[in-house]
């Protein structure tokens, strides 16, 4: 009768530690967020010192999911005498000091997307008109994106307005998916967990053995 008793404390003990065992390795998947938006452009792209510009850019989107509806970024380009931007987010590699490195937030709200762009245009000076493609290097987040990491493509097309500050307004398609890992319960933790139902486990059935020779 105690052999049995202790089998029947021994058994459940056993497969609780594997399924929680089990449970940690199932949770290391990654959440995959898919995304795309339709945004509004304004580019406005000042010159800062020879044929190197300062490049801000806002996108307002009707569409976009996850409540990154709006996009603000800052970068740098270079244009050659053909029309052809070059964009890089450190202005350092243009040969410019003493300018802050760019970046680009998505979401104003709960939701958040931090990285840099890389990308490339070209303006047609005929008819005023501009195209542009490149990536987006997503390296954390906010909200649900806390940890994600993505590179998104973009596509965009503007129309140019010349000036001391050249403006370009147009529509850009932003698409791809975000990954978030998933929080990971310390091995640790699960460990003491089990060791602990462990020692409740045989100081109940150690109390009923105790209780069974008293009534005998």
């Not at 044929?51 to 996009?71: C, H, M, R, T, W």
């Not at 987010?89 to 939701?111: M, S, T």
């Not at 370009?168 to 967990?193: C, D, F, K, R």
Request: proline share 4%; aromatic share 8%.
């Amino acid at each position: 009768m105690m052999l049995h008793s202790l089998r029947m404390w021994i058994v459940p003990l056993v497969l609780t530690s594997v399924s929680l065992c089990s449970n940690v390795s199932r949770a290391t998947a990654k959440t995959i967020y898919p995304f795309i938006g339709n945004y509004r452009t304004t580019v406005n792209i000042t010159p800062i010192s020879g044929n190197v510009s300062q490049v801000f850019e806002v996108g307002l989107s009707d569409d976009a999911p996850y409540d990154l509806g709006l996009y603000k970024g800052l970068t740098y380009s270079v244009i050659d005498n053909k029309g052809n931007l070059t964009f890089n987010n450190n202005p350092e590699v243009f040969g410019v000091q003493g300018f802050p490195l760019g970046y680009i937030v998505f979401g104003d709200g709960d939701n958040k997307l931090f990285g840099t762009s890389d990308a490339s245009a070209s303006v047609n000076f005929d008819n005023l008109t501009a195209k542009g493609s490149g990536i987006v290097n997503i390296t954390g987040g906010k909200g649900i994106f806390k940890n994600g990491i993505s590179t998104l493509l973009f596509s965009e097309e503007d129309i140019v307005n010349l000036g001391s500050t050249t403006t370009l307004n147009g529509l850009a398609l932003v698409s791809g998916s975000i990954e978030v890992p998933q929080e990971v319960p310390e091995p640790t933790t699960i460990m003491g967990a089990v060791v602990a139902f462990g020692g409740l486990a045989v100081g109940s059935f150690a109390k009923r053995k105790r209780t069974a020779r008293k009534q005998h």
